[in-house]
């Protein structure tokens, strides 16, 4: 096996993981173990931060694997609500509730032998996390909702998180006995500020991706200035992030230019990114002389809360802040909750905040 990448035979055309760095090469060796692993059954659990290529790792197990001829079924649970969630999973019958009109299949049917992929499964409701649990131990039996026939999941569920999900369950965030029944097979992407000998070559291959689907001929080999920009970054949307610098970078190319300025569009989000900081924190000071606080609150947790907060533009709810704290919704709610705090009086304190400022 080529141990600096890993394709992907899948409906919408082969993909590659890609990566060259010891890190990447030892996860392509315990990826190709599981793919060939006689137990296609048992859940697998990737963990990885935001951007790392999660999705791509379960595509790989499942359309590499023994079960490619069948479905593959994604769902983002951080999307999701708690009623949402157990309809999408379950199913339900008519009249089930109210809006139940019809009947509808949920993706453990849907799935049939194939594979249920439950991406940010550390954002799963409680109540939810039981009956998952059903689900995966014994005779893998459920109940759509409203239903009184029992039904019975014959997929694999391959679960991942952005979370430590032994902190969650420390934290009584999620359930223990889930947490183990996952944890059968386990993989670990590790982020892209660990494995900078990859970020060149990732670099390369978007771009010559890009080429090929827009027909067009942009130099993959960056810059000496670029390069020195993109190894001195650190990635925090990981490759995502840096997959998505491609076409921005198209955006600001010159006219006869050899590379991609990459190295300018870096450091102005360096620049931004400082900028942001420091508002964020004089929102947080803000907040903090405003609030009439019934405890003094957490200040990680506080910060982490206010700044995704107040980096966002539009109207936000618990889901963007989750997403951009990395901090599960349920969390969110709870720390709010606790310091009597809501989105809505957020808002007033942002736009006072930003009226004062300006005056």
Do not use: C, W
Request: glycine fraction near 6%; aromatic fraction near 10%.
């Amino acid at each position: 096996m080529d141990t600096s990448s890993y394709s992907i035979q899948s409906g919408d055309g082969n993909r590659n993981i890609i990566g060259y760095s010891p890190q990447m090469r030892s996860f392509f060796t315990s990826l190709n173990t599981l793919v060939h692993h006689p137990d296609s059954s048992s859940p697998v659990l990737i963990t990885g931060e935001t951007g790392t290529g999660k999705d791509l790792v379960a595509r790989a197990l499942h359309y590499n694997g023994a079960r490619a001829s069948s479905p593959f079924l994604p769902v983002n649970i951080n999307t999701l609500t708690t009623e949402l969630v157990e309809s999408l999973l379950f199913g339900h019958k008519r009249g089930a509730f109210t809006g139940a009109y019809q009947y509808q299949e949920g993706f453990f049917s849907a799935t049939k032998r194939g594979t249920l992929f439950l991406d940010e499964i550390g954002d799963l409701p409680s109540s939810t996390q039981v009956k998952l649990l059903r689900v995966l131990e014994g005779t893998h039996g459920y109940y759509p909702l409203g239903s009184t026939s029992q039904e019975f999941f014959e997929g694999r569920v391959i679960a991942a998180t952005r979370f430590d999900l032994e902190e969650l369950v420390r934290n009584g965030r999620f359930r223990e006995d889930l947490f183990y029944r996952l944890n059968v097979f386990r993989l670990h992407l590790p982020p892209l500020r660990e494995r900078r000998e990859d970020i060149l070559p990732l670099f390369m291959h978007f771009v010559n991706v890009y080429n090929t689907k827009h027909k067009s001929s942009y130099n993959p080999n960056p810059s000496r200035e670029g390069s020195s920009a993109l190894l001195a970054h650190s990635f925090p949307g990981n490759v995502r992030e840096l997959q998505n610098l491609i076409p921005r970078a198209t955006l600001s190319s010159l006219n006869g230019s050899k590379y991609l300025p990459v190295e300018s569009i870096l450091s102005r989000l360096v620049q931004r990114k400082v900028s942001s900081d420091l508002n964020s924190l004089n929102f947080a000071a803000y907040v903090l002389k405003s609030h009439s606080f019934p405890h003094t609150p957490v200040l990680t947790t506080f910060l982490s809360i206010l700044s995704a907060f107040f980096s966002s533009t539009d109207r936000v709810n618990l889901y963007h802040i989750s997403k951009l704290s990395q901090l599960d919704r349920s969390h969110v709610r709870r720390f709010l909750d606790s310091v009597s705090l809501d989105l809505d009086l957020l808002q007033k304190y942002k736009d006072d905040f930003l009226k004062e400022r300006n005056n």
